[in-house]
């Protein structure tokens, strides 16, 4: 998505460690009218026509994946992040590591939300080690939900998380790729 | 808002100890066309035609407060909650206690994205102890910005935090106060 790729080469900074901050306009400054843009992008690539949910985690994901529902006339679950020690009955859980706060996370969902019958398109704003991902296509499997696709901002691919959806089978979509990040700039994977 | 008492009185759930639940359709499993109609809403009780920006607290406020920002054709910030010992430079920051999480929080922004010159709308999706919010109205003091109003879904009337932001001389809006909740039922406060 070109829009979006602009966006990342003027205002993204690259951080030591393949960091890429994007809190100007993606997750801590939002620019809502891009995420729409990217909400709109995402109807070219997928059939979402039998979609009955759009699902995301806690916290980066929701504002996109609002915009999403929103514009797909569809309700939106947001996979809430525990401690891997808070136990409690009637949840769908998966344990997953975040390499952003160093420990491991569990994500919820209310088994009262997500049935059997349901048709899931997943949308988040980052992917990178695909550890999030993995966990809400758990969440999916749990409830013996559909995985109707997965719906990404902005992809590492210098990072192995989009690697193993695409080879797990998983319909990814990454609206922009970043191939490398360094003093040099950013340079985006051609597709 | 008549609208949002009705599906509160049709799909709230109240549990000991005064906690109404409205995850299904406010903050886990959420309805994005309610939260659009709450965004309309608040235009008739603020004059958002100076404002500059729309912040809320992730994560719970985020849906609605996107919603809000993309009708109003503003940038969204929403605060990070870090761990109270989480020091980094270049941040506003405000310490609040969570009655969620019973334990200190730290609510984060960063000092790049809010300036002297923001004029500020607050949202957020539940008004209790009213600790978050007034971290935010601190953020937005410590930016030295001017707050236009604060936009609430559900405030709970027999918690504190509404009285004190009132008479703290917030330009405070619920859109549905709950006055007694219990096994009778839940009554909202008359207007």
Redesign the interface.
């Known amino acids: 998505m070109e829009l979006l790729k602009e966006r990342i080469r003027k205002e993204g900074k690259v951080l030591p460690g393949g960091i890429i901050k994007v ?2 306009f993606l997750n ?6 891009l ?2 843009a990217m909400a709109e992008e995402f109807e070219k690539h997928f059939d979402l026509s039998e979609a009955t949910v759009v699902l995301t985690a ?3 994901g ?2 996109l994946a ?2 999403c ?2 514009r797909y ?6 996979a ?1 992040k525990a401690k891997s020690d808070n136990i409690e009955g009637g949840l769908l859980r998966s344990e997953i590591y975040s390499y952003t706060y160093k420990k491991k996370v569990t994500l919820l ?2 088994a ?2 997500l049935k059997p019958t349901d048709k899931v398109f997943i949308v988040d704003d980052f992917l990178a080690n695909g550890e999030a991902l993995r966990g809400l296509c758990e969440i999916v499997s749990a409830a013996g939900a559909e995985l109707v696709g997965v719906g990404v901002a902005v992809e590492k691919g210098f990072q192995p998380g989009g690697k193993k959806l695409r080879e797990a089978g998983v319909n990814l979509k990454s609206l922009a790729i970043i191939e490398s990040a360094d003093e040099n700039g950013i340079i985006f994977r051609e597709e």
Chains 1, 2 share one sequence.
């Open positions: 809190d100007g801590h400054k939002v620019d809502t009218k995420l729409a806690e916290a980066s929701i504002a609002t915009l529902a929103n006339g569809l309700p939106l679950i947001y809430k969902v209310s009262e939300w």
